[in-house]
């Protein structure tokens, strides 16, 4: 296989989400895509078929495990694809549905994609849960912001929201890999979307992902879409809205993420961003 290498979320490869991107994975069977995301090492590497109709099927593999979707691969892939057929609309189908994505160009001549989610959704994060996660992560209720409450969101893959009441202690990150990663498997969580509300329209995001053995990933665009649905669902914006995430900056890759939220509630969340070669 080839296996192109993309920073999502960036247009400096120093910043952003690194993914592999394989245009042509047709005959990769389960295992030689597994191997080929470990020997990557990203969070994520996105494999393609053409699927006949001019869509592209895609399966997303972390270095350890398949995950349902990924934003940053998708944003990766469309770009990696533009580069190669040319800008414009593509269809990508994927284990949680199809997610059409558009490419253009920016003005300075960078590529830029957009994705638009599965319909997303919300569910009650319960007590328990919630005790068990705050304790792994070394957070207490009164580090909580009471504006955004604890939920479990999804827009093609899960994850819990939990919005931190100041950037400094979103700042502070260290927890259990191996007791996060235990409770995930077991509520089927992809990452945990830790939040902070800077303004009316623009948060900082960091996301836990041992799951797919990485501690920190620096651009999260599922979480964002899933966030997106979050916040409109529980009337935390007012739709249509134009939000901005600023992820990776404390670890060193800093990424900016645009959230699109419609204001129909059953509608895809919109999730944009730049993507360059490494």
Sequence with gaps: ???LRYVAFSGDPGGGNPAGVVLDAAGADDAAMLAAAAEVGYSETAFATEAGDGSLAVRYFSPLAEVPFCGHATIATAVAHAERHGTGRLVLRTPAGPVPVTTDRAADGGLVATLVSVAPRTAPLEQADLD?????????AEDLD????????????????IAAASRERLARLDYDMAALAGLMARRDWTT????HRESPTVFHARNP???????????????AAAFGGYLRELGLVAPPAALTIRQGEDMGRPSTITVSV?????????????????
């Design 1 to 3: 296989m080839e296996i």
């Design 192 to 195: 945990i979307d830790l939040v």
């Design 146 to 161: 009471p504006l955004l409450p604890p939920r479990v969101a999804y827009a093609g893959a899960w994850h819990p929201v």
């Design 209 to 223: 992902f041992p799951p797919g053995g990485v501690v920190e990933d620096p651009a999260t665009g599922a979480a």
């Design 262 to 278: 419609p204001a129909g509630p059953q509608e895809g969340i919109g999730v944009t961003g730049r993507a360059v070669r490494i």
């Design 132 to 140: 068990t996660l705050l304790s792994i992560l070394g957070w207490s």
